[in-house]
């Protein structure tokens, strides 16, 4: 079972309330997800100025951290090493913003494999 989340109507989704599973997080910021709903396209990308549902998404992955169940998160953000408690303990009352920096600090320090550039997947 895959992390999903409530995508906003956008262009990207062709002004559609998609549910959606993030299969791939690029350099760029451009994220690939995977369609849960049976709508069409079965794929699509958000670009870095699109809207995604960080918070929510982020919300999700701290609960598999805390539990030590890694097989539904997407592979971007699978720990490759143990995340350090005062990390996890602090996560939820930083905002969006400070949480993605979070993210990248651990991503440049080894916890999470290098993010591919687009069309290198």
Not at 44 to 71: C, E, H, I, M, R
Not at 80 to 98: A, L, T
Not at 106 to 112: P, T, V
């Amino acid at each position: 079972m895959d992390v999903i989340v409530k995508i906003p109507a956008q262009p990207a989704t062709s002004n559609e309330e998609r549910l959606a599973a993030l299969s791939l997080c690029f350099r760029d910021g451009s994220l690939l997800l995977t369609g849960r709903d049976a709508k069409k396209p079965a794929q699509f990308t958000l670009k870095p100025a699109d809207n995604f549902p960080w918070g929510d998404f982020l919300d999700k992955l701290l609960v598999a951290w805390q539990l030590g169940d890694y097989s539904d998160i997407p592979l971007a953000f699978r720990p490759q090493k143990r995340i350090p408690q005062f990390v996890i303990d602090g996560f939820p009352n930083e905002s969006v913003p400070n949480r993605l920096k979070v993210l990248a600090t651990l991503r440049n320090q080894g916890y999470f494999l290098p993010l591919p550039t687009p069309g290198h997947h």
